[in-house]
């Protein structure tokens, strides 16, 4: 089964680029990516630019195109990340998920994927 | 023959008493605790008519189980010539194997409860719904019971139970008892579902005299399960005891006009002494084996009150000590009152 793994995390807390604890960062997430990829549970990963980069488009008030400088809603907690991640059940996604290093400052809501039936 | 309405009592007393049993070992046959679930209502409802008509079967647990599965085979048939669904296929093949290697012969039914329970305490659910589905998944109470005890609606109560078995199903919650490595965390987990249960049965807010005592009846049926499938866990153990010295007291602990008595006035020859003594003979296998925990240290606190004549009897010094130690493994504003 398929498991989005969607990291969020305080855009500003965790380490910061620039920092020593930065580069001990993206070794860890350099790890992670590789244990999966290992392991053959890696289907697709990436880090998303900050929610400054961040466009918001809908048309839910009556159709009417709307264009937004920002993210979907203003939380504290912004996404970060994915991950996809093929497991054989959701306790297996859920031991992938908690090694994410976002995980130790942030939260990684894992949640699994449509299966469509042909 | 008993009349009818004995007999549905006797049948009623007997699904309720089996249902946890059946059911795990149906999920383990059909792959779904909802089909499960629905298949295993129908099967009971086509007894209440059949055993009617022809009286209780031999072995009525078989029964239930063969026809809960030819009503899955039915169903799985159904949905299968619709949609080509290869999981339900195998399964489908699977449950036809069992169902004519059964034949007329009455197989043992493999005891699944275990991985039942945890799956009902599975941390992917919240706290009431994990409660809720295992008092309906392996204590067979029904919907409206649990729902009486929450205070729920029961139509409240059943959306909850469909959208956990829905979450399982969904989010691919696996059946089974967890790796070592996750046991004692999970083990504790499924402890404190079966605790929140007897407490609820101790609660004013969970409705009316006959739903509590049931309800702490049901937790401590729930705990020897796991302590006969779980032996070596001495936490489980630990509980039970617990469970079995505080309900001991049961029919001391109000007077007459409904007012609390504490323990230090309680009639202790009213005390349930064949619980007292399955509790302290637990303890007495239990605590040797040196890994104790709050359980065992609160049983033990209780065993010393049971195991005296009157309150001024009591071994206070050892008390004392107990709570010492629970206080190191768990303090709390309780332990340090002592």
Not at chain 2, 189 to 205: H, K, P, R, W
Request: proline letters at 5%.
């Amino acid at each position: 089964m398929q498991y989005m793994c969607l990291i969020y995390s305080v855009e500003n807390q965790g380490p910061q680029p620039g920092s020593e604890a930065f580069g001990e960062y993206i070794q860890a997430y350099q790890a992670f990516t590789k244990l999966c990829l290992d392991n053959g549970v890696m289907k697709s990963g990436d880090a998303l630019q900050p929610v400054s980069t961040a466009t918001t488009v809908t048309l839910e008030n009556n159709g009417k195109l709307e264009v937004t400088d920002g993210p979907f809603a203003e939380t504290k907690e912004q996404l970060g990340g994915y991950y996809l991640l093929d497991c054989k059940d959701l306790d297996e996604a859920l031991d992938y998920a908690a090694k994410i290093p976002t995980a130790q400052h942030g939260r990684v809501e894992v949640r699994p994927v449509v299966v469509w039936d042909n | 023959m008993l009349p009818p309405f004995q007999l549905d009592q006797a049948i009623n007393r007997l699904v309720r008493e089996e249902w946890g049993r059946i059911l795990a070992s149906l999920i383990k046959s059909v792959g779904s605790m909802q089909l499960a679930e629905d298949v295993l209502q129908d099967a009971v409802e086509a007894a209440l008519v059949q055993w009617n008509e022809q009286g209780i079967p031999e072995s009525p647990t078989a029964w239930l189980l063969k026809t809960a599965r030819n009503k899955a085979i039915d169903h799985l048939r159904r949905r299968t010539r619709f949609k080509q669904l290869q999981p339900e296929l195998s399964y489908l093949l699977d449950l036809q194997g069992q169902v004519e290697a059964d034949g007329d012969e009455l197989s043992e039914i493999p005891d699944k409860r275990l991985e039942l329970l945890f799956t009902c305490a599975h941390p992917a659910l919240d706290q009431k719904t994990r409660v809720a589905l295992t008092l309906r998944a392996v204590g067979g109470l029904s919907t409206e019971e649990i729902a009486r005890a929450f205070l729920d609606k029961p139509s409240a109560m059943a959306q909850r139970l469909v959208r956990a078995r829905h979450k399982l199903a969904a989010a691919g919650i696996a059946y089974e008892v967890p790796s070592v490595e996750k046991l004692p965390d999970r083990v504790s987990g499924v402890l404190a579902v079966i605790y929140f249960i007897f407490n609820e049965g101790y609660s004013a807010t969970s409705g009316e005299q006959l739903t509590r005592h049931s309800l702490s009846d049901e937790a401590i049926r729930l705990a020897r399960v796991l302590n006969s499938l779980m032996p070596e866990h001495t936490e489980t153990a630990g509980l039970l005891a617990l469970m079995l010295l505080h309900d001991s007291r049961r029919g001391t602990r109000q007077n007459a006009v409904g007012g609390v008595v504490p323990l230090e006035h309680q009639d202790r020859a009213r005390w349930n002494h064949h619980m007292i003594d399955e509790g302290i003979t637990l303890l007495k296998v239990t605590l040797p084996k040196a890994q104790v925990g709050p359980y065992q240290l609160q049983a033990a606190i209780s065993a010393v009150h049971a195991e005296a004549s009157t309150w001024q009897m009591t071994d206070w010094m050892q008390i004392a000590a107990l709570y010492e130690v629970l206080h190191q493994i768990q303090p709390s504003p309780f332990t340090l009152g002592e």
